[in-house]
């Protein structure tokens, strides 16, 4: 099992531009996680999803799409990149069982918004 | 999701035993109390989670009153590996819809030789 895992691993990108980050799990989980963390803070929830098809508003939802179309797959969308959105971002997964709080996190994306 | 503190940051030598203690004096009846660690560069990783009095797991303990209005994780003996931030959660998987987590800054533990 592969885990989470995560594409690209770096980015930098130009104010204005657009891109899509991917993340994939291979343990049939149903829920998903897109945070972002920033230097010296915790992580901070932007999107979540509960199942194929569904998805929902996190803390810091504003300048960023999320769409769950296949169950393994949950992409995080920035339409018009900016600085502000330069952070380090974070997808995670979770079973069904309502009686725990553990996510599996995938390895991260870097980033870079010049 | 109820608040929590933690102190920012301990030190600590390797073979030590390591208690980080998280205060959380609004926890709900239906809330658990829930520990990750995070290495620089890489996601955070559960550690573990309990309801009341103690839980111990091949990695850490986790030792929570009577009152619940605080909890403590130990570390038994630890190694310059052990050198991550700790963040101790607090809520209800079964009542948050959704199963969100709401992460503070977390401890920063450093493990010196």
């Known amino acids: 099992n592969a885990g989470v895992t995560q594409t690209p691993k770096f980015r930098v990108l130009k104010t204005g531009q657009s891109m899509t980050l991917l993340c994939a799990q291979d343990?049939?989980?149903?829920?998903m996680y897109w945070y972002r963390q920033d230097p010296g803070m915790g992580l901070r929830l932007i999107h979540y999803?509960?199942?194929?098809?569904?998805?929902a508003k996190g803390e810091v939802p504003d300048g960023y799409n999320v769409s769950r179309l296949k169950k393994q797959n949950f992409l995080l969308g920035l339409e018009s990149a900016a600085p502000s959105q330069t952070s380090v971002y974070f997808c995670a997964s979770k079973g069904t069982p309502h009686s725990t709080y553990e996510q599996y996190f995938g390895p991260g994306t870097r980033l870079t918004v010049t | 999701l109820a608040k929590t503190t933690q102190p920012i940051s301990m030190d600590s030598y390797e073979g030590q035993e390591v208690n980080i203690t998280c205060s959380h004096n609004?926890?709900?009846?239906?809330?658990?109390i829930t520990w990750y660690q995070q290495f620089p560069s890489q996601g955070p990783r559960f550690i573990i989670q309990?309801?009341?009095t103690k839980v111990t797991n091949e990695v850490a303990s986790l030792f929570i009153p009577a009152d619940r209005k605080s909890s403590t994780l130990s570390l038994p003996r630890v190694s310059l590996s052990d050198t991550a931030v700790y963040y101790c959660l607090v809520g209800s998987p079964i009542y948050n819809q959704g199963g969100k987590l709401i992460f503070g800054q977390g401890t920063e533990l450093s493990v010196k030789p």
């Open positions: 999803s509960v199942g194929e098809g569904t998805t």
């Open positions: 343990m049939n989980h149903e829920y």
């Open positions: 309990g309801y009341k």
């Open positions: 609004n926890i709900a009846t239906n809330d658990y």
